[in-house]
């Protein structure tokens, strides 16, 4: 793993080393494999986006839960978690993804596990994973998905996939540039996400949907937009790129009703 030396991951993952020490010293890898096996069977992720793109012809919504983020300062909430995965399980949402770092992104495993509870969504744990331990403790929290940074992971991103899928997790692959796409591809990712944000600047680069899109074979990979997101037209136009499905989250719990965005987003009109 070899950032730019300006990357402003390098803090985050810094901080994020520490809270995984703490993890490990309160429970083992050996202890936490151990539980994994005990778990029940995952609901299938990229499955269930699968059928919402069938059902309608129209990219599905996975919708994001979290009380703050790296990427947005202003986004600094209490997050109902329970409430609002039904409201959004009650909307339409295709699937919900779940914020597990605390500090930054003001979630946590115990969040995720509360949404498990609550839904019958698929859930994908969003974390920025660089150790095998994460994706370990995203299964037992109840987690159907993790996502792995090709551009992060670099030539360790197969073992990591196969990891994930040897404990039932799906893997969302995410791309930033033509080089992690090639790199996706070419250790069999078939569900990709690619992002309008750059990931060591943290700045959104519009228009990078549209570019990088093209360049995923459909009978390949399933592919996932984020970055920036938040509106119907934005599913218009990605759909029109290719996608068969947009992650929002920072446009939704920025709004103070979040069911409300995702009502306007599917194009649902409530009555009253």
Same mark, same amino acid.
């Given at each position: ?62 919708? +994001? ?35 597990? &770092? ?27 994973? #660089?150790?095998? #331990?994460?994706?370990? &403790? ?21 073992? #990591? ?20 796409? &090639? ?11 690619? !992002? ?22 459909? +009978? ?19 759909? !029109? ?21 995702? +009502?306007?987003?599917?194009?649902? +009109? !409530?009555?009253?």
């Amino acid at each position: 793993m070899i950032l730019p030396e300006s990357s402003r991951l390098k803090p985050f993952l810094l901080q994020r080393r520490d809270q995984l020490a703490k993890a490990k010293a309160r429970r083992s890898l050996g202890q936490i494999q151990g539980k994994v096996g005990e778990m029940p069977m995952t609901r299938g992720f990229q499955g269930a986006l699968a059928a919402a793109f069938r059902a309608t012809g129209k990219p599905g919504i996975i919708c +994001e839960l979290k009380g703050g983020s790296p990427f947005e300062p202003a986004l600094k909430t209490m997050v109902p978690y329970k409430a609002l995965a039904e409201d959004f399980e009650a909307v339409g949402a295709a699937a919900l993804s779940v914020a597990v &770092e605390r500090q930054s992104f003001r979630g946590s495993y115990s969040d995720l596990a509360t949404v498990r509870g609550a839904v019958d969504l698929t859930i994908l744990a969003q974390d920025i994973i #660089y150790d095998v #331990y994460q994706i370990l &403790e995203a299964r037992l929290a109840g987690a159907d998905a993790v996502v792995l940074s090709a551009a992060l992971l670099g030539p360790d991103l197969p073992a #990591y996939r196969e990891r994930a899928a040897s404990i039932a997790l799906d893997v969302l692959v995410q791309v930033h540039t033509p080089a992690d796409v &090639e790199a996706a591809l070419a250790a069999g990712s078939d569900l990709i996400c690619v !992002t309008n944000r750059n990931i060591h600047t943290f700045e959104l680069v519009p228009g990078t949907c549209e570019a990088l899109i093209p360049l995923i074979p459909p +009978e390949k990979a399933f592919v996932v937009a984020e970055g920036g997101l938040g509106t119907a037209e934005d599913r218009a136009r990605l759909a !029109t790129a290719g996608a068969k499905a947009l992650l929002m989250g920072t446009s939704l719990m920025l709004d103070e009703d979040p069911a409300g965005v995702l +009502e306007k987003v599917l194009g649902i +009109e !409530t009555v009253g």
